[in-house]
Each structure stands twice: as C-alpha cells, then as structure tokens.
C-alpha cells in the first residue's frame, strides 16, 4: 500500500454516461497528479494540482474535468467520452512539485468506454 | 521537448541471468531520472532517483546508474519475482515527469 488510494478499480460506462474517478492520499502531501496509460504507450499526464490548484493541463479535452477540493482528494468528472479513452487512470500524490518529491502512484482504475 | 526511450520493449531471463535495462533521455535541465517497478493491475511503485551523471543507487538485486544521455538498472542474479515493467521517467526544467513506455521483463525459474 502506497497512501493512494483509487475508487472505482474498474469502470465500464457508455459513451453518453456522466461517471467520476476518486483519488485519496493519506501521506500529508501537497502535490495530485492524474496520468494516463493506454497499452503499450508512456504514462501521458493530464492534471496536476499543487496546493489545491491546478498547475497544469496538458491540452486535456475538457471532456474530462478535474476538481480538488482539499490537499487529499482529486476527482476525474468525466462525460461523453470516447472508446479511446479507455485506459488506465492513475493518480499521484508528492509532497510538492520539486524533483526531491517522489510521486507515490494509487493502483489505479480501468476504465473502458463502450 | 523532453523524451524518453527504453530499450528493450520486453525482455525474457532465467533466474540468475544478469541483464541491464536501458533509458535514453533528451530533457531541458535534468533534475531527476526516476526508475519504478509497475506490477500488472497496479500502479507504479517507486525505486529510485538520480540527480546527477555518474551517481549510482542500489537496492537489492537492482542497481541503477546514470550519465548524461542515458540510465541502465542493472538487474543481477534476477528471481521470477522480480518479474515486472520497469519505467523511466525525467523531470526537466518544467517540473513535469515524462516517461518512456517501459521493458516488460519476465524471468523464468
């Protein structure tokens, strides 16, 4: 166990459905991060936020919205997506962004988008 | 922009065959190369960072070492558990981690 913690494991969900992807740390970090990985292909980063607010989005199409209310949870809103969105979806936490600061991974959530 | 290749894509040893994983890098301002160890159906667990050309880190049957172009972890007298991905990833001027796509590695008891 890592402190990350990923809710739902799995999710399977139309291409009309509106779904939510959870993320909790229990590390006291100030640092969330939402990746990417599709088969065969690099973690691609979408989202961070540092401090509850968000430092970056990497040309994410807004089909998928971040929302970080406090420093220990991150959520993934998602809604009309794609078949190619099915990936899995990772989320990170740091103590900041510094490259002193590891990011420690949840186990992710499968998602497949019919 | 920051790129990252792994070399090879897959790799199969026998338990006790030695081997090295190879991580070539182009980054903006090298702060960190991180190594981790992605088991199936898990996120990525972290092993190491290095800072700087020519530091080496070690942990257990793992040693990892750097210079300016590339990384390799060295895998010595590997067993079937240390089967896993293993993933690169830089951290440049711009603070973001870009990995490359990893080496599945299996080792065969």
């Known amino acids: 166990e890592t402190g990350v913690t990923q809710t739902p494991r799995h999710l399977v969900m139309g291409m009309t459905n509106k779904k939510s992807l959870k993320c909790e740390q229990h590390?006291?970090?100030?640092?969330m991060y939402w990746y990417k990985q599709s088969a065969k292909k690099p973690l691609e980063l979408m989202f961070v936020?540092?401090?509850?607010?968000?430092?970056e989005n990497n040309s994410v199409p807004s089909r998928f919205s971040p929302e970080c209310p406090n420093s220990s949870h991150l959520f993934l809103h998602l809604h009309t997506l794609q078949p190619e969105d099915s990936a899995l979806y990772l989320c990170?936490?740091?103590?900041?962004?510094?490259?002193?600061?590891?990011?420690?991974f949840g186990p992710g959530t499968r998602l497949t988008v019919l | 922009e920051d790129q990252v290749t792994q070399s090879p894509e897959a790799l199969r040893l026998q338990e006790g065959e030695s081997s090295s994983l190879n991580c070539s890098y182009t980054v903006s301002g090298l702060r960190g190369l991180f190594w981790y160890r992605q088991d199936p159906g898990k996120g990525p667990e972290f092993l190491f960072t290095?800072?700087?050309a020519g530091e080496e880190k070690e942990k257990e049957r793992l040693k990892a070492t750097l210079t300016k172009k590339e990384s390799f972890l060295h895998i010595t007298a590997p067993k079937p558990e240390d089967s896993a991905t293993y993933l690169c990833?830089?951290?440049?001027?711009?603070?973001?981690?870009?990995f490359g796509a990893g080496t599945r590695l299996t080792v065969k008891p």
């Open positions: 936020y540092n401090f509850k607010e968000q430092t």
């Open positions: 590390l006291g970090h100030n640092a």
């Open positions: 290095l800072y700087s």
């Open positions: 990833a830089v951290q440049g001027n711009n603070n973001d981690m870009r």
């Open positions: 990170a936490s740091s103590h900041g962004q510094a490259s002193t600061d590891t990011q420690y």
